[in-house]
């Protein structure tokens, strides 16, 4: 049997001949002119290194079978596979944006809706009466993958359609606030670093029950989008030992 080498050191520095001599009793090396890629030389290092190690143990004739041959060259093809499907399965280092979004309003467990004061930069909590939904937010959540995936809460960036304006969860007065903040290329939150201070954009959207959510900051663990007791407050962020409506319905628009 014949192996075949394209090792373009080796067929200057010497012949097939010579190789053949060295090699394994009924095998021969052949010396062809086809470039052959690292990884194929990788592969042929392997199979001969597994060659040594198999005469003494599998082949004890002077002949090496194609059957020999096969089973190497099958084991190879394992690992490498094997390789490639840890290598696939390595989890992103942030979080990437999926298409499309979704379009949908919040309310609170006492149904009021948030609207947008522009004068104070604000989301309210207010209960509409009928014929003044329109002032009703809609929001566009796009969700994510996750880099470190939880089965009980995705994350999600919400924004307020028809404008560049997104929920944020920043610092002030030494304590996490809920702002909102204009983000002129959309396209900068497709792909979030974990350790970007993009994440400030970032909600973990756990789901209680059937038709209720909560919203927690990926930035400050512990802090959930909130509102009021009273009507006509800011929406804010809290954490759970405030007194404060941390559940919200969210229905698609």
Request: proline residues 4%; contains cysteine.
């Amino acid at each position: 049997m014949a192996f075949q080498c394209d090792y373009s050191s080796i067929k200057q520095t010497t012949s097939s001949e010579h190789w053949s001599d060295r090699m394994p009793q009924g095998m021969d090396l052949e010396i062809t002119n086809h470039p052959l890629t690292m990884k194929q030389v990788v592969n042929l290092v392997i199979a001969i290194d597994r060659l040594k190690g198999s005469q003494s143990e599998k082949v004890q004739s002077s002949e090496f079978r194609d059957e020999d041959l096969l089973n190497l060259l099958l084991e190879n093809a394992l690992e490498e596979q094997l390789v490639l499907e840890l290598t696939e399965a390595t989890p992103p280092r942030g979080f990437t944006a999926i298409e499309p979004s979704q379009q949908c309003m919040m309310r609170d467990t006492q149904k009021r809706s948030m609207v947008l004061v522009k004068e104070a930069m604000e989301l309210h909590a207010i209960r509409l009466q009928g014929g003044t939904t329109d002032h009703e937010v809609n929001l566009n959540m796009s969700t994510y993958l996750d880099p470190t995936p939880s089965a009980s809460a995705q994350p999600v960036a919400l924004g307020i359609r028809g404008t560049k304006l997104y929920l944020s969860c920043t610092q002030k007065a030494n304590r996490p606030t809920l702002s909102l903040e204009e983000v002129q290329n959309k396209d900068d939150l497709k792909s979030i670093s974990k350790d970007s201070d993009m994440v400030r954009f970032l909600f973990y959207r756990n789901d209680i029950g059937v038709s209720a959510s909560s919203l927690m900051s990926a930035r400050y663990s512990g802090w959930y989008i909130s509102t009021a007791t009273e009507d006509n407050l800011p929406v804010d962020v809290c954490q759970q030992s405030e007194t404060r409506y941390r559940s919200f319905t969210i229905l698609q628009g």
